[in-house]
């Protein structure tokens, strides 16, 4: 007999907060200004988000993968060269993901990796069999994939060679958000009042981390292969 051990997940919603100026002449004579103020920042919070989600500390933002304990780290090969990607290393990558989190699984990348992943392939004789398959490739898809699941270009991958330029993530059932209310905008006529400016604020509060606080050891298979949601490559440099 056993019994069942649980973590206890606590999330506590942080400000993200954005604040642009506009002279009074300026909202009058643009009249669309408004909306364009809003669209910019649903924009920037965005991006803002996914940074956190990839890189984030944990500390007033929410816990990235980079940074959580249940990230996994593949081993580079030996001798492989600094700054280079092989197909050993997301093979490797993909046999350390949880076979339940492939359907749901994505590549994140740095963009600087594409060129190497354009000509990677396994040697078969004097020729090979290509692994990855660009957007609208040999794959036929209007997405590039690994394996078969979708390769996503962000720039909060880290540059060529680093600790976190790839990712293999489920972020489906591997990581968790709290937000609450949406974002949130106000104007207030007051704050810059004697500048003659109106001030556009707007607010987020949310927070997330990953579900697993570790990685985790497989009933079979040995406790230096570990799995998890999520899967980086070590550092090539």
């Not at 909202?27 to 920037?44: C, H, Q």
């Not at 810059?192 to 009933?219: A, C, H, K, M, W």
Request: glycine fraction near 10%.
């Amino acid at each position: 007999a056993s019994k069942p051990t649980f973590r206890k997940i606590e999330l506590t919603l942080n400000k993200l907060i954005g604040l642009a100026y506009a002279t009074d002449e300026l909202l009058d004579d643009a009249g669309a200004l408004e909306g364009i103020l809003r669209t910019a920042f649903v924009s920037e919070f965005g991006f803002m988000i996914d940074d956190a989600v990839i890189n984030g500390l944990g500390v007033g933002q929410p816990l990235g993968i980079l940074n959580s304990g249940a990230l996994v780290t593949q081993s580079k090969e030996t001798g492989q060269a600094a700054d280079s990607i092989l197909a050993e290393n997301v093979i490797n990558m993909w046999s350390r993901l949880f076979a339940s989190s492939r359907p749901n699984a994505v590549w994140l990348i740095n963009q600087n990796l594409e060129p190497q992943l354009h000509t990677m392939s396994i040697a078969v004789g004097t020729g090979g069999i290509p692994i990855y398959m660009p957007a609208g490739g040999l794959s036929g898809l209007g997405y590039s994939t690994l394996f078969g699941r979708p390769v996503m270009a962000i720039e909060q991958c880290q540059s060529i060679g680093d600790l976190g330029d790839i990712y293999l993530a489920d972020f489906r059932n591997g990581y968790i958000i709290a937000e609450k209310g949406g974002l949130k905008s106000d104007m207030s006529i007051h704050v810059q009042f004697i500048y003659d400016e109106s001030v556009f604020r707007y607010v987020l509060r949310l927070d997330g981390q990953t579900i697993l606080s570790q990685e985790v050891t497989p009933y079979k298979g040995g406790s230096d292969y570990t799995q998890s949601h999520f899967i980086t490559l070590q550092a090539r440099s």
